[in-house]
Each structure stands twice: as structure tokens, then as C-alpha cells.
């Protein structure tokens, strides 16, 4: 009987000690939202590059493949950002859609260096400048991974003590006797 009382005490200590999720804040959404809409900014601004026309004038022909995939990284930011802002508190899809970001961002360097060189230095430098306004927004979404990192740290490390705590009471009390 005792020991069957131990064991739904630990239950209940265990599940009290993960916090409970808090509502998550409308500024991280409203950074997820911007970045989206920033993307969308930038996607008829790359439509006006010609890579295909550079190789024509020398280019490697491996810009008109970055210049697809640069198009491709930019479609899947908005839906990233999309879905992060009905789900913010997905510490993996967070990190994900950072890195995409990040990717996308030294892929767009590289093509902006073709631009100049082969068809545009204006329009590289209008599309470096808008690409660049989402810095902070991105030094955002950094903190709000490195604070959902801490909190999951945070909430482990409860967890664990109370598991250490249920399984000592639980080596303390004898097995049940057979009748």
C-alpha cells in the first residue's frame, strides 16, 4: 500500500514539475510574419535576374542553378515562416527556418556578385539592400532559439531531479509481500 502511494506521489510531483507551456508572445509571430513578408518582397525583384542570359556572356552556367535554388530557398522561407507562426514553440522547426535563412542569404551574395558583373549593379545592390533589412528580425529569431533552448534545459533538468528523487523513495520501500 505504501509503496503504491510512494509511486503516485512521484507521478504527481513529476507532471507539476514541467511548467506549463506559456502562451507564447506576439512579438516572436509578428517577427515570423515580417520575415515572410520580406521574402515576398524580395521573390519579383529576383524574377528581373537573367541568369540564363549571363552565360551567354561568359558566366558559368552554375548561376542559372543558384539562381533556381536561391528562388527555391526563398518560397520555402515564406512557408517556414508561415507555419512557425502557428506553432513558435517548435525549438527544431525554429533552428530550421533560421538556417534556411542563413543559407539563403550566402547564396544570394554569390548570386549578387553575377548580377553585378554580368546584367545589373543597381539591381544587385537593391536586392542586397532589402535582403539586408531583415537582420534584426533574424537577431531575433537567434534569441528566441537560444531562450526555448534554455527553457527545454530548464524543464529536463526538473524533470530529471524528481525522477532521481521518485526512484530513491522507490529503492527505500520494499517490494510488496505475496500472499
Known amino acids: 500500500m505504501r509503496l503504491s502511494t510512494a509511486v503516485s506521489s512521484c507521478v504527481l510531483f513529476a507532471a507539476m514539475a514541467v511548467p506549463a507551456q506559456q502562451p507564447f508572445e ?16 524580395l521573390a519579383p525583384m529576383l524574377a528581373q535576374v537573367r541568369s540564363e542570359e549571363w ?26 515562416m508561415s507555419s512557425l507562426s502557428a506553432r513558435p514553440e517548435q525549438m527544431q522547426e525554429c533552428m530550421k527556418g533560421l538556417f534556411r ?3 539563403f542569404h550566402r547564396s544570394l551574395d554569390s548570386l549578387m556578385g553575377g548580377l553585378r558583373k554580368y546584367q545589373n549593379p543597381a539591381l544587385a545592390d537593391l536586392i542586397q539592400s532589402v535582403a539586408a533589412e531583415d537582420q534584426s528580425d533574424l537577431d531575433q529569431i537567434q ?3 537560444l531562450d526555448l533552448a534554455n527553457e527545454k534545459e530548464q ?4 524533470v530529471d531531479r524528481e525522477a532521481q528523487r521518485c526512484r530513491a523513495i522507490l529503492s527505500k520501500d520494499p517490494a510488496p509481500k505475496k500472499r
Open 26 to 41: 506576439a512579438p516572436i509571430i509578428a517577427t515570423f510574419q515580417r520575415i515572410s513578408q520580406h521574402a515576398g518582397r
Open 55 to 80: 552565360v551567354a556572356k561568359g558566366a558559368p552556367d552554375t548561376y542559372v542553378a543558384q539562381l533556381a535554388s536561391t528562388r527555391r530557398q526563398l518560397d520555402a522561407i515564406v512557408a517556414d
Open 101 to 103: 535563412i542563413q543559407a
Open 143 to 145: 534569441t528566441w532559439v
Open 155 to 158: 524543464e529536463y533538468k526538473v
